[in-house]
């Protein structure tokens, strides 16, 4: 196998392109339900009831309802569990302290004949997304190879990235009718693993007013700034069984992401009460529109196959890898939001509350860094995304005039159309990163305390999230119904959660 070393490696760094795909897109378009013990208690909802530091970034009007000035923080301990299956079993777990949320809210009464009661105003932070997780899947008796999907992408469109890194390691031949193959050969097996390890989150500065009218009003406006912070380290394995005739090899490719992005978006809300013991809440968030930086670096080892000059196995550690780290700028918006809310209180003694959030992840959009539109991308973006509701229910019951319970769950629909999977559609992945996954649906408990004695508060809750997914090594187009091309994930994540606050 003739090889170019030099003229591939130069290559590499100048043709090297990471931008995002569509599943990318999604995972910065996606929350969890984060904030103050007493919002993550009830399952975030809130929509209809404000009073909250957390729920003020969900429906703004809820900044109206104060009528009085708070300060508030709450630090949370969260315990990660992801369980994969994929031929073999595998799980792992991350521990990791966190800033949930904290935040200030003003409140300034007007004079007695106003028929404003009061203006109020709010900076808050709330973490809206956490990435955090370790991740392994381990495959056994494959028979499609990564190598295969980069021969099929560079015969049918010309290549991806992960063809330089295959061509230099030494993993795929070209035939004499310049057809590309993998060196896997026909009926060969191989075992796969995969790992990763993924940290940050996305955390947004709220800058709310609103104004309450006559005790029955309230509406309310905000600036969300946020702030993405994601990094990703991740190392594909594969090794062959061999033949009679042919000894195994093996390849590890690793890739390190850095994502940094800020957004803008604005937040519209209102929330009526046409009877004291009723409320009803609507909240629009337009989308947020972020600048992002990718930094990002990959390395392929390999050993097994033959040096062509010396007609020997490569050493155990040869490796290949560009010079240079590449970086790219790039611009997304994330979906627009309705939120629709009820509340119905019992007098004194407590009250249960329900949200409803519509969110179209087909207005998902993906530019370059001079604002031109990926039409690649936006079309996938279109095919394989839909409209998705989430579904919150939560109530609190007061035990006492100090002292309360609460509990909720929540239900976050699964956003990618059914289709995707159903026809095997074609998947798009940048960069050398080969893997990708399918959201399924999220699920909530959850339940707390809550104390109150006069200035002083303190709330306390417990929360079990449960998320599913289809992991994907990489896109395959084979069509055997006997081979499982997918990891099948559970990620659980119980977080323990206080929040401490003063009124004045």
Not at 376 to 399: H, K, M, P, Q, T
Not at 473 to 497: G, M, P, R, V, W
């Amino acid at each position: 196998m003739k090889k170019y070393f030099l003229l591939t490696s130069l290559l590499v760094v100048n043709t090297m392109v990471f931008a995002q795909g569509e599943f990318d897109v999604l995972k910065y378009s996606l929350t969890d339900i984060t904030g103050s013990a007493r919002y993550v208690a009830m399952s975030g909802a809130f929509g209809a009831l404000g009073g909250d530091m957390s729920a003020v970034s969900m429906n703004p009007a809820g900044v109206a309802v104060y009528r009085s000035s708070e300060f508030t923080i709450t630090p949370s301990l969260c315990t990660t569990s992801t369980k994969s299956i994929f031929g073999l079993s595998s799980s792992n777990s991350k521990e990791k302290m966190l800033i949930n949320n904290f935040g200030y809210v003003g409140s300034f009464r007007t004079y007695d004949e106003s028929a404003i009661s009061n203006f109020n105003f709010g900076i808050s932070y709330n973490r809206v997304k956490d990435f955090n997780r370790n991740v392994s899947v381990e495959g056994t008796d494959r028979s499609t190879s990564l190598m295969n999907r980069v021969c099929v992408d560079k015969n049918l469109y010309g290549g991806s990235d992960l063809y330089y890194f295959a061509w230099n390691a030494y993993l795929i031949n070209e035939d004499g009718a310049g057809d590309y193959n993998s060196i896997l050969q026909e009926g060969e097996k191989y075992n796969s693993s995969m790992s990763m390890m993924e940290s940050g989150g996305v955390g947004e500065w709220n800058f709310s007013l609103g104004a309450n009218y006559g005790h029955t009003f309230y509406f309310g406006m905000s600036v969300g700034i946020q702030n993405i912070d994601y990094e990703l380290l991740s190392s594909y394995y594969e090794k062959s069984k061999g033949t009679v005739d042919y000894d195994p090899f093996s390849f590890e490719l690793d890739n390190v992401l850095v994502t940094e992005g800020t957004g803008v978006n604005l937040k519209l809300g209102g929330i009526y009460r046409p009877i004291p013991e009723l409320r009803l809440g609507f909240a629009y968030h337009t989308a947020t529109y972020y600048m992002m930086t990718d930094t990002y670096n990959a390395k392929i080892y390999f050993e097994g196959m033959n040096n062509p000059d010396t007609n020997l196995p490569f050493e155990e550690g040869s490796y290949y890898q560009p010079e240079d780290e590449g970086y790219m700028d790039y611009q997304i918006k994330t979906p627009n939001r309705m939120i629709y809310s009820v509340a119905y209180q019992f007098g004194q003694k407590g009250f249960i509350s329900m949200d409803w959030d519509v969110v179209d992840y087909k207005n998902m959009v993906l530019k370059d860094v001079n604002g031109r539109l990926d039409g690649e991308i936006n079309g996938y973006i279109n095919d394989d995304f839909r409209v998705a509701s989430n579904i919150r229910l939560g109530g609190e019951y007061r035990l006492t005039d100090n002292f309360s319970l609460r509990a909720g769950a929540a239900w976050y629909q699964n956003p990618v159309k059914s289709t995707l999977e159903d026809n095997n559609a074609y998947v798009v992945t940048e960069g050398t990163r080969p893997q990708y996954s399918v959201e399924k649906d999220t699920y909530y408990l959850s339940c707390g305390v809550g104390y109150r004695t006069g200035a002083f508060f303190c709330d306390a809750a417990l929360q079990q999230q449960m998320r599913n997914e289809h992991f994907y090594h990489f896109y395959d187009e084979t069509e055997n119904a006997d081979y499982s091309k997918y990891a099948k994930l559970s990620t659980e994540k119980t977080s323990l959660i206080f929040s401490l606050g003063f009124k004045f």
